[in-house]
């Protein structure tokens, strides 16, 4: 099933089933409330004051460009913390990721085992899956995505690896190659699990930056609804940006006794994408308030100062054993920092990269980083691919470029 372009976020979106089971008196409630939930859900009040979450407020907060990686505020970005459901985003990516290398199909179907059922069914947030009942993992990722389904993220995980250990085992080896190291996941869904789950603000902005640049079509399809419906029975997300903030488009709320209120979101403006984490903060509403304060803040405080135009070559990276002894470098998008509204500080630019490389390199291989600083700015590090394919280089050419080399 191809990824489709998400219109504005509507509550039945997914497609309805009959639902041939027992109805409750809740479900029949939430049916009847659902069209006046999900005009509450998109109404669009004025927007927040712009404001930086002060620290009693949110003991962990960071708030970043994810355009050019510039760090606008963080306090206590590695101190570690329970991110509860926020666990279901590595749940969602993992998914992504395999979708993509086309070992899972949305179209698959999987069911509820009785294990499984007796662990999770109706267990906190819930799709209200039965046991033995097939569900496609197209509807489980809406429903992880959007309601927070914790029995849908421990189906689609033991249906998609055969046990709950396996795939929490492939949540652990992704975390780490994106470079996520002060994360560990214990579950698919972020339940209670004394601390044995954990992470860190920097890590979830790392997690966001992959989702969203890997993945940007299922990310727009699956991600940041006003709710899902499922067997007639409808919900609400409880995203507090969506349809409230302009640009905004998830990801994920969370919440425990343990771990507080916790929030991983994106908004996007002109281009401009930014990724905030909130952890810690003792209520909702008071969650819902920092999350848009803080977003507001960061597209308010700052001008953006455009460096390089898209597909502009930024520099050169020298490659050995190619059959070019330089590689052109550029952005995949435009070059921008983001400098205190009114000031012109002087900037500096140095690219970096672990050298020389190595051939073969791949065209739009990330292999570099352009570094811009400024006297009491957050640098912005924004990578940096290959502008064309280097094929290692044959016998004679390395001949050419072992004798070239002291000019080089």
Known sequence: MPFGIKPGACLAKAPLRRYSGRVSAMSVILRLLAPLLALAALAVPARAAPAVP??????????????????????????????????????????????????????????????????????????????????????????????????GAVVLAEGAAGSIAAWTAAMNRTARSLGMHGSHFASPNGWPDEGRTFTTARDLVTLARALVTRHPDAFGYYVGRAGFAYKGIAQVNHDPMIGRVPGADGIKTGFTNEAGFTYLGTAVRDGQRLVLVLAGVESARLRARLARAYTEWGFAAFDRKHLFAPGSVVGSARVQDGAARHVRLVARGPVAINLPRGQSPSLSAVIRYDGPLRAPIAKGEEIAVLEITGPGLPPARIPLVAAEAVAKAGPLARIRNALLEPFA
């Open 54 to 151: 002060t620290a009693q407020e949110a003991p962990v907060a960071m708030l970043v460009d994810l355009s050019s990686g510039q760090v606008l505020h963080a306090r206590d970005p590695d101190r570690r913390f329970v991110p509860a459901s926020v666990t279901k985003v590595m749940t969602l990516y993992l998914a992504f990721e395999l979708i993509a290398a086309g070992k899972l199909d949305p179209d698959q179907v999987f069911a509820m085992s009785p294990a499984l059922a007796r662990d999770w069914r109706r267990k906190g947030s819930t799709m209200f899956l039965e046991p033995g009942e097939p569900v496609r993992v197209h509807d489980l990722l809406l429903g992880i995505a959007n309601v927070s389904a914790n029995d």
